[in-house]
């Protein structure tokens, strides 16, 4: 008999082994070991890089792999070019250098907050290709599917002569992003602050490392989640008052993602003062997602928290983190140990409720960052600010959201957007169309960019009061729930005072007055820390606050 095979061309199964032990043979004349001489990075990573490689970059929240961005915005464009970007976070200049250079070409990312603007503009003169802007997890989640990186550049603290990386306090995306490249045959550069002979813990095996550089300073780390506590204002107290009372307490809400915000930070503020007056501790938020943020510290010292899993650290909360191991997720050398895809996940998946600002909502409470002029991309929000639908577990939160007695009704996730009614410049939150409709137009896009979509927000809190839109019955009712907490805005206009007070009886919304709160008390009086020298005092110094928050 024949063989099945007859007639089928043999062929290799290690081509992209194959391509990688040609790379790195190239480095002979540059490196004996896994250790890259600082001063021939740019010449090794046009030796390991070739045209059109699909590169992902570190370029997270906080944590840059400054050192390796910079030095790929120095090669020889015409060594590299046309290259495909995988950055989350474009943070810095040179991430977007690279394409006014001619070395990158196309760029898939989350969110591009400090760049937002140059970005618009250079997508418009033609200068980038877009691929997608994504969330994190699903961006993370390519990089194992279609967008398979074949180079990995990442950041470190530490390395040792093995190749090991302890990422400390801030390991952040790094193991997913590595994990990618190094088990498909790709290449994975780590710069790194020091190399030192014993870490103090292995983050990373060096198995899956295969160059280790010593940056010419240490990576860049932003405290991108300190509030100081002094630009809390009085509406914004009083809007942390409506989401304690009338969301947190009335749907028990004991696990919750805050983003960053003064509005999230008030409410953390207020936990240790208000939430104490109301007798809650014990009875909402037990459990968080969420970066160390210093406004937390006062409702961790007095004992309303019992977990924190975070996304990355934050800068001078380490000592504090390291003397509350009963809180915080660390390593036998008691830093911290973030993880950022996983405290997406769980911040996805695991929480009741999520609570987070933006720059625009409209009528159905469509919500976007992407305005006019600026594309910032989404981050994680709509990770957490959408209701999961594989979710399967329930919690008292998630069986409150419940409207109807059907035999196989399900439970949802809380999902609170809290804004003023009005932007600084006196520009209106609530516009009758969003200006993601443009920049979709503008672009080429092919969706809107929107953030939040509305038929995932459950709770919309201004500081008119509280629009609870999971009641409503109707698309038509939930405009009228919104119009009636908008204020003076083009939206908030449309209101009628018969059908708003018809809505209150209804509890569809509710006005301070209708929580027992007085808008008088609203003052910052209430907050538990009202400066940063306070959250030092309240951490017994163990908080060290960069120095541009200190006021003393």
């Not at 001078?316 to 997720?329: C, I, L, T």
């Not at 006196?426 to 443009?438: G, H, R, T, W, Y």
């Not at 449309?494 to 008088?520: C, F, M, N, Q, Y």
Request: a negative charge; proline letters at 5%.
């Amino acid at each position: 008999m024949g063989s099945i095979h007859a007639g089928v061309q043999k062929r290799s199964w290690k081509t992209r082994l194959e391509a990688k032990e040609k790379r790195i043979a190239q480095m002979k004349d540059i490196t004996k070991d896994n250790i890259i001489p600082t001063n021939r990075i740019i010449e090794a990573l046009e030796n390991l890089i070739t045209p059109g490689d699909r590169v992902v970059l570190e370029g997270n929240n906080q944590k840059q792999a400054a050192f390796l961005s910079e030095a790929l915005s120095q090669t020889n464009p015409k060594k590299l070019y046309d290259l495909h970007m995988i950055i989350s976070s474009i943070s810095r200049p040179e991430h977007l250098d690279l394409f006014e250079l001619g070395i990158a070409k196309k760029i898939d990312f989350s969110y591009a907050g400090p760049q937002s603007l140059r970005m618009a503009q250079m997508l418009e003169d033609g200068k980038l290709t877009m691929g997608e802007i994504h969330t994190y997890v699903e961006l993370y989640g390519r990089l194992f599917i279609d967008l398979i990186p074949s180079i990995a550049l990442v950041a470190a603290d530490k390395a040792d002569s093995a190749g090991n990386l302890y990422t400390g306090a801030n390991t952040e995306e790094t193991p997913t992003l590595v994990e990618a490249a190094a088990f498909r045959d790709g290449i994975v550069i780590a710069q790194v602050n020091e190399l030192t002979d014993e870490l103090p813990r292995v983050d990373i095996p060096g198995s899956w490392i295969d160059y280790v550089v010593v940056a010419d300073k240490p990576y860049q780390l932003e405290p991108l989640f300190t509030r100081d506590p002094r630009h809390i204002t009085d509406i914004q107290v009083l809007q942390a008052m409506m989401i304690i009372r009338g969301i947190y307490e009335r749907h028990e809400v004991q696990s919750l993602n805050h983003g960053i915000g003064y509005n999230t930070a008030a409410i953390e503020l207020l936990l240790p003062t208000y939430g104490e007056s109301l007798d809650l501790k014990g009875k909402i938020c037990k459990h968080w997602a969420l970066n160390p943020h210093p406004t937390l510290i006062p409702a961790i010292e007095s004992g309303w928290v019992e977990s924190v899993h975070c996304f990355g650290g934050e800068v001078g909360m380490e000592k504090y983190v390291k003397s509350r191991r009963d809180v915080f997720f660390t390593g036998r050398d008691g830093s911290l140990r973030s993880n950022r895809t996983l405290c997406q996940l769980a911040g996805q998946y695991a929480v009741d409720l999520f609570v987070g600002s933006t720059l625009q909502i409209d009528s159905m409470g469509n919500s976007s960052t992407v305005t006019s002029g600026r594309l910032a991309g989404f981050g994680g929000a709509p990770n957490m600010g959408h209701d999961p639908g594989g979710r399967r577990h329930s919690t008292p939160a998630w069986l409150n959201m419940m409207t109807h007695d059907d035999p196989l009704a399900r439970g949802r996730k809380l999902v609170v957007q809290v804004a003023e009614t009005f932007q600084t410049g006196n520009k209106p939150v609530f516009v009758e169309s969003l200006d993601a409709l443009d920049v979709k137009n503008d672009t080429g896009l092919a969706t809107t960019p929107i953030m939040i979509y509305g038929e995932d927000v459950t709770h919309v809190v201004t500081e008119e009061g509280i629009a609870y839109l999971y009641k409503a019955t109707s698309m038509e009712e939930r405009k009228r729930a919104i119009e009636a907490i908008a204020g003076v805005t083009p939206i908030g206009l449309k209101h009628d005072v018969k059908r708003s007070d018809k809505l209150r009886r209804e509890r569809l919304i509710a006005l301070p007055e209708d929580l027992g709160i007085r808008r008088t008390d609203a003052k910052r009086s209430l907050l538990a820390a009202k400066n940063v020298a306070d959250l030092v005092d309240w951490s017994e110094g163990l908080y060290e606050p960069p120095m541009k928050f200190r006021s003393w």
